[in-house]
């Protein structure tokens, strides 16, 4: 038996290496599980029909002495990840029928390193949420609870992993996607700089905003998976070229700012107790903390729901029910339009549709859209002010812990907060990363997160590890 | 807001919307909208912004890519002779 609860990816990655167990053993480990546990937590939509074939490509890779730290690894994909030749939905009903017809730059890296994508994972439809119950394919229950949600959007690939259906996953974020769920479920998920992995083949939500995330159990195998992908992609316009990937190292990164004044009220009382808690561990082992003022980035949700679904409506436009995906017949192109994507886009997506077509109509542009993208830029500044003084930034993950199944569809504005402290990273581009800190008095996963300068993932990762071994996770 | 605003939007993003989704719309955006209102108050210096973004474009020469056409014009509702089918619009 293999213990997937603690399993790793260099530790699995040694005894693939070793001849414990093959690659196939360990997918045939994953696929129980799965058998047994998926149609309760609904985390995938799709098990692959080529994953042994997957598997047994790997085992010679390894058996001809050639492998990656990744090759026979089993990951979850999100569901708005290209695939060749395999359907990719986004959750929606609009994209049932779509297969895709090249692979994502990161899926193309992957297959180069041999491991094994067992399948795709449900989300909110076209990634609008934070709870994964707008899907059109069903709610994914959070395997701690199955009461309750597993965040979103990419609650889906988040399940997968904190239930043992996967070792690792890929979600995507544009404001919190992977940083949320990974707080609900758990997890460490990393959020990287705006740029360092293509975005190329994943099906866009807010273009300004999207990255590719990976979700892990231990800090150690979102950074494999980060390193293995940060990679430059000519295909895509935002990706960018290595040589200008530099971050501001310093030699002692111990300075932490908090920006206590961005989370006085709304918080839970138990995850600020709990975050009071980490930021006192980081102090007694020599962390200095300071608090910082972000007088922008407490408008930064605000900002980003104006953005977003701007970017939404230009974007969701492609879906028009005649090039591909769902298609409703009508008398005219009109109707084939209006009815196609009437049917087709769920509550959500409608909703953030015609918000951002009335964000970017005449008469409401200057006021909403424009000036949305004037606070931005005096995030992204103000941010970067702050990390001429600090190392890292400290935050809770999200101001609450996992709720029931059912809570907040009634009451967009509820839903949109649990991503308030998420904003300010996506807004400005700059990476940050959830970490598991603790449990809360029901047992539910507490979370805290880190932001760091553009491209200084690695200090996330040191500062990440050294909090792992203080909560005694490792 | 008021449901002509949400027909008006519904026809401009081409979206085919129910009485009863047309008002369940208008109650939701009326939230969403008091939520974003905060941003026309933000105070801003009277510097404007410096965009430092610029477009990135690539030759206009032909690339290999690793698209499928067959599973391209697989994909098309309507179809024929390998070219995608379209209702007249004239």
């Known amino acids: ?474 | 807001m008021e449901i002509k605003d949400v027909e008006a939007l519904a026809e401009l993003a081409k979206i085919e919307l129910t009485q009863d989704e047309k008002e369940a719309i208008l109650k939701d955006m009326g939230g969403i909208l008091a939520y974003v209102k905060v941003i026309e108050k933000v105070e801003l210096d009277e510097e404007e912004p410096v965009y430092t973004l610029e477009n990135r474009w690539r030759e206009d020469v032909a690339e290999d890519r690793d698209f499928s056409h067959e599973l391209i014009v697989k994909q098309f509702p309507d179809s024929q002779d390998g070219f995608l089918k379209v209702k007249k619009i004239l």
């Open chain 1, 1 to 474: 038996m293999i213990d997937l609860e603690k399993l790793t990816i260099e530790k699995a990655h040694e005894a693939l290496q070793k001849g414990v167990y093959t690659v196939r053993d360990l997918v045939e480990a994953y696929l129980d599980v799965i058998k047994e546990k998926n149609k309760e937590i609904n985390a995938y939509l799709e098990i692959y029909d080529d994953v042994i074939a997957q598997a047994d490509k790997a085992q010679k890779i390894i058996d001809s002495g050639k492998s990656d730290i990744l090759t026979g690894i089993p990951f979850a994909i999100k569901d708005n990840i290209l695939y060749q030749g395999h359907i990719a939905s986004a959750g929606s009903k609009i994209l049932e029928n779509y297969t895709a017809s090249y692979d994502a730059f990161v899926i193309r890296k992957l297959k180069e390193k041999g491991v094994v994508v067992i399948g795709r994972t449900n989300m909110d439809e076209f990634a609008m949420g934070s709870s994964t119950q707008t899907s059109a394919y069903g709610v994914t229950r959070n395997p701690i609870d199955p009461t309750r949600v597993p965040g979103g959007s990419s609650g889906g690939a988040a399940a997968a992993v904190a239930g043992n259906m996967a070792l690792v996953s890929l979600g995507t974020e544009t404001c919190g996607s992977v940083r949320e769920p990974a707080a609900f479920c758990g997890l460490v998920g990393l959020k990287p700089t705006y740029g360092a992995l293509s975005r190329n083949g994943i099906i866009a939500m807010g273009n300004s905003l999207d990255q590719v995330s990976p979700f892990g159990k231990s800090v150690s195998d979102v950074e494999i998976i980060f390193k293995a992908l940060s990679l430059h992609d000519k295909e895509d316009s935002t990706s960018i070229p290595l040589e200008s990937r530099t971050a501001i190292l310093r030699k002692e990164e111990k300075k932490i700012g908090v920006p206590w004044h961005l989370f006085e009220t709304g918080v839970d009382p138990e995850v600020m107790e709990n975050f009071k808690e980490s930021i006192e561990k980081l102090k007694n082992v020599g962390y200095e903390i300071v608090d910082i003022k972000l007088p922008f980035s407490k408008y930064s949700l605000e900002a980003y729901y104006v953005i977003m679904p701007a970017e939404v409506s230009t974007n969701l436009s492609r879906f028009d029910g005649i090039r591909y995906g769902y298609s409703e017949k009508g008398d005219n192109l009109k109707e084939v339009y209006m009815k196609s994507r009437g049917t087709g886009f769920g509550r959500e997506a409608r909703r953030r549709i015609l918000l951002g077509t009335y964000v970017l109509s005449h008469g409401y542009y200057d006021a909403y859209y424009n000036k949305a993208v004037k606070v931005r830029e005096k995030i992204k500044k103000e941010i970067s002010s702050a990390f001429l003084d600090v190392d890292l930034i400290a935050t809770p993950t999200a101001p609450i812990v996992a709720f029931k199944i059912g809570e907040k569809m009634d009451d967009p504005v509820a839903m949109y907060l649990c991503d308030i402290f998420s904003a300010p990273a996506n807004l400005s581009g700059v990476p940050s990363m959830a970490l598991p800190s603790g449990k809360n008095s029901e047992g539910l996963p507490l979370s805290l997160q880190f932001m760091a300068p553009h491209f200084a993932e690695d200090s996330l990762f040191r500062v990440g590890k050294e909090f792992e071994e203080l909560r005694g996770m490792i």
